[in-house]
């Protein structure tokens, strides 16, 4: 009866599939899990998915592992950025189902970014002006910030220029 009560299975329930490609040196040191924790994505309102993923990778682009891809290290480090029920969607996938790290990104964007918030976002491009009181600069230093909080706008990227 005892042999049946006992559990035989997986250990590992990362949905984020460990690269093969790996070197044996690759180690993740506290100081960059310190650093991905201060930049944690929570779903709280002011949180904007893609400001996560732009300051994710600036961190992920400090770290250079010998032998060991880019790619690589983003896949390894994106579960520290998550927390909360971020973290807890991370986990809804199959294990070791998540290989690439474009794949990763899409799928966070289509979760945190839907499609009706970039909708509201492009909106918000599309109807934007110029204040009254506000200079030429000004004006145009605000309309940059709302191309660079939604990347995905599809408008001609020569206005942003």
């Known amino acids: 009866m005892g042999e049946y009560s006992t559990f035989v299975g997986p250990f590992n329930f ?27 994505f929570h779903v709280l309102s002011h949180d ?9 990778l600036e961190i992920c ?3 250079k592992i010998h032998q060991v891809p880019d790619e690589a290290i983003c896949l390894s480090l994106v579960s520290f950025l998550l927390v909360g029920n971020t973290k807890v ?14 794949d990763v990104v899409t799928k966070f964007l289509h979760k945190f970014f839907p499609q009706l918030k970039v909708n509201k976002e492009k909106q918000e491009i599309f109807s934007f ?13 605000i309309f940059k910030g709302l191309l660079r909080k939604t990347p995905i706008h599809g408008f001609d990227e020569s206005i942003s220029s």
Request: net charge negative; charged share 15%.
């Open 61 to 63: 682009n400090t770290v």
């Open 89 to 102: 969607w991370l986990y809804y996938f199959l294990k070791n189902s998540l290989t690439v790290w474009d």
């Open 129 to 141: 002006y110029q204040d009254y009181d506000e200079t030429l600069s000004q004006a145009w230093y």
């Open 14 to 40: 990362n949905s984020i599939a460990r690269p093969i490609v790996i070197a044996d040196n690759m180690e993740i040191k506290p100081a960059l899990i310190h650093l991905m924790h201060n930049n944690q």
């Open 48 to 56: 904007n998915p893609n400001t996560h993923l732009t300051t994710f």
